[in-house]
């Protein structure tokens, strides 16, 4: 069972996608990771966030190491995510490393923007969690505010709405609901609510399959 967990940033996309792979005991990717690993290996490489042929070069040679870095969780991280995804080359690098995933027999949870349009258009369940965007900034704000970051949230406020135009506008793959995706909107759900709501769309589909 392949399960494609799309949405915004900070809808709860990512929590659910781990406590749904917990619960089925099936392997999670949080492809996003992917993106951010491109981004600060960039960064830390001197190459440029418009430089097509060095990022995709740097896509298809992460270290895996990098996936569990602290570093990857920042604000900074995640614009510079945004960047290198909106180009091609470095998606293209980036799609086997997802499919292969995809692909176990076991089945797997993945989490991003397009796997239930590019990545795995045959996915089993298609999810798209979203939420207000002041709600999903708060969400942010604490989780930043956590690891010590002092960002306010009317400058998160800006940042997801930039983000958010530049996933949805890029001509490569744009951030959209897959025309079968199940929508979970996250404004006013608790995380377990929301988790149960992806439970119970899981279990119609496995019923269905049976
Ligand atoms: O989900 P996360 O905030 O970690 O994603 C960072 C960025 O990576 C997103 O804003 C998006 O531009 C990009 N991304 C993507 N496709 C995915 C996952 C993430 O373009 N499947």
Redesign the pocket.
Known sequence: MIIAIDGT?ASGKGTIATRIAAYYSLPHMD???L??ATGVAAMRAGVPLDDAKGLAELASTLDPGIYEEADLRTAEA?AA??KV?AIPEVRAALLELQRTFAQQPTGAVLD????GTVVCPDADVKLWVDADTEVRAERRHRELAAAGDPITIEELIRQLHE?DER?RSRKDAPMKMAADAVLIDTTHLTIDAAVEKARATVEAVMTRQE
């Open positions: 940033l492809t996003g990771r993106y951010r995640g995510a945004s995804a991003g923007r397009d796997i983000r996933d």
